[in-house]
């Protein structure tokens, strides 16, 4: 039922089956700017042997309806609603970047609908370079081959980079723009500290776009929590080091769920 009623909300995803299954933990996963469901496929679909999985567009982006968020406030009162409406027990959330910054405001305004947070290549401050906004608002394509430039590793396989540009490219000029924008705003540092849930933090190793050092950060105010570092992994961690990424969530799900 809970897929059904994405669709018939006009809510793109992926999930990796028609239905879930009961006394099974549900991870639902949240892209980053500029992105869509389709960016956590690998995730998806290898971990439902052992949760349920769904990845969701966020509005505005993929085949969800409605205009992209103007903030990340927007965005997690977006999210709000639809686990509240969607998903009658509580889910573990896994947010990538921009998504991350999401699943932050979503841990610090409704624990109550989440078992836990996973936090992937994100921080509790996302400052954008100016030379991006002004870029992603004048010279599109250009601005979009440089971002892809730094959110893969160096050695990683060309099609992926091609691919990723691509993905961001279909999500079209005014809705990079506001994202970008969105998280050039969001600052959470003087309230960091105060979630309370089981946290993961996940970062690759050469991540230009968030770096180490901010998940390090992140891994130091929210007590109790676990960070790991992706060797050879860059921002987009989850599609460059899959294995090792989808390890690493399913062992922080299980302990949690345990």
Request: glycine share 12%; proline share 5%.
């Amino acid at each position: 039922m809970i897929l059904q009623g994405l669709e018939k909300a006009g809510i793109g995803f992926e999930a990796g089956f028609k239905e879930f299954k009961e006394n099974r933990p549900t991870l639902v996963m949240i892209h980053g700017a500029g992105g869509r469901a389709q960016v956590w496929r690998n995730q998806v679909y290898p971990l439902k042997s052992s949760l349920n999985t769904v990845a969701i567009d966020l509005p505005g982006h993929g085949k969800t309806t409605g205009s992209a968020g103007g903030s990340i406030d927007e965005y997690a009162a977006w999210l709000i609603e639809t686990l509240q409406t969607f998903f009658p027990e509580p889910s573990f959330l896994v947010g990538h970047s921009m998504g991350g910054a999401i699943v932050q405001t979503l841990a610090m305004e409704r624990p109550s609908l989440l078992k836990g947070i996973i936090l992937a290549g994100t921080g509790a401050r996302l400052g954008v370079a100016p030379a991006f906004l002004d870029g992603l608002s004048s010279n599109f394509d250009n601005i979009i081959d440089t971002i892809m430039g730094y959110a893969y590793a160096p050695e990683v396989d060309p099609r992926l980079v091609t691919e990723g540009g691509a993905l961001m490219r279909e999500s079209g000029a005014a809705v990079v723009h506001g994202d970008f924008a969105a998280c050039n705003r969001f600052d959470m540092r003087d309230r960091i500290a105060q979630i309370a849930l089981p946290t993961l933090i996940l970062c690759g190793e050469k991540d230009q776009l968030t770096p180490p050092a901010l998940s390090e950060k992140l891994g130091g105010e929210i007590r109790g929590s676990r960070c790991e570092i992706v060797p050879s992994a860059g921002h987009m961690v989850m599609i460059e080091s899959p294995k090792v990424f989808n390890k690493t969530v399913l062992d922080f799900v299980l302990e949690a769920e345990r």
